[in-house]
């Protein structure tokens, strides 16, 4: 079954272009960058090789909502975003030059300045490398972090609490492998309550990028973090998303995070800046 299109600002700005300059066909991206093929540029508007038509004013809509996203569908456009019933949070897929990130309540749940969710993503699992072994992902989002360690891990559990997450993430594009990578496990749950499920050392490393502390305080506690050390392996590791480590707030948040990670036990935290977080060791 063929993917939906999916567009941003970014595809369809050069398709307006192109059209500007009488052309008949182009070169455009159906998922938001993931991949390229060629257009079909006529009166009506774009016509894609599966039959799909993108009218010329929905391709003007898409330019004027430039940190949105737009999934194709019943000759018409609509805009990927919902109203968390679970949270009461609104989350909708936001453009980027490269994967789009999630907005959360008004937050990105990653960074976008001078980078792209994707390479912030690897840049996280980069920190605590290697990844093999059982890993444990805290919170799912757009399944980034879950997919970046599937590439080297045995097995990856990863947990979301709010179900319209996962509703954005299977209109994502850059998400897919999340839906079809046998290796990750999907749990729909509170992190601070899943936690305890575990068996104590089930996972060689933990991935914690949790949403912002003024939205779930409790993920960045000492008992959360006393839960994460005991289902490390003896010799395990936990990379912890802080935030920026310049910026008063990040620093903040950082010597709190580092003191109670010391407090559950871990022997050595280290500071990751170009992560944006710290590493702590069992």
């Not at 774009?46 to 194709?72: K, M, S, Y």
């Not at 999907?186 to 992190?191: L, P, V």
């Amino acid at each position: 079954m063929p993917h939906s299109i999916v567009l941003s600002h970014y595809q369809a700005a050069p398709l307006l272009a192109a059209r500007k300059a009488g052309r008949e066909t182009a070169i455009s991206s159906p998922d938001l960058g993931l991949s390229t093929l060629e257009v079909t540029l006529a009166g009506g508007g774009v016509t894609f090789p599966g039959g799909e038509t993108v009218r010329w004013e929905d391709l003007h809509r898409i330019v004027r909502a430039r940190n949105q996203c737009f999934a194709v569908a019943d000759g018409g456009v609509s805009s990927i975003q919902v109203f968390s019933e679970t949270t009461h949070w609104l989350r909708a897929l936001m453009a980027t030059e490269g994967a789009p990130t999630m907005l959360v309540a008004g937050f990105p749940m990653h960074r976008i300045k001078d980078t792209d969710p994707w390479q912030d993503t690897l840049k996280k699992a980069r920190a605590a490398a290697p990844l093999t072994g059982a890993v444990l992902d805290t919170a799912t989002g757009l399944g980034y972090t879950a997919i970046a360690a599937a590439r080297t891990a045995e097995r990856v559990v990863t947990i979301e609490l709010d179900p319209a997450g996962l509703e954005i993430a299977r209109q994502n594009p850059w998400s897919r492998d999340l839906f079809t990578n046998p290796s990750i496990h999907q749990i729909i749950g509170d992190a601070f309550a899943e936690i305890q499920r575990f068996t104590d050392g089930e996972f060689a490393r933990v991935l914690h990028d949790p949403p912002t502390f003024s939205l779930a305080g409790e993920l960045y506690s000492a008992a959360f973090y006393r839960q994460v050390y005991r289902v490390l392996t003896r010799a395990g590791r936990l990379f912890h998303y802080a935030g920026d480590p310049t910026s008063g707030l990040g620093k903040r948040i950082t010597a709190g995070v580092v003191r109670r990670l010391r407090e559950a036990g871990f022997r050595r935290v280290e500071p990751h800046a170009e992560a944006f977080g710290v590493v702590a060791y069992k």
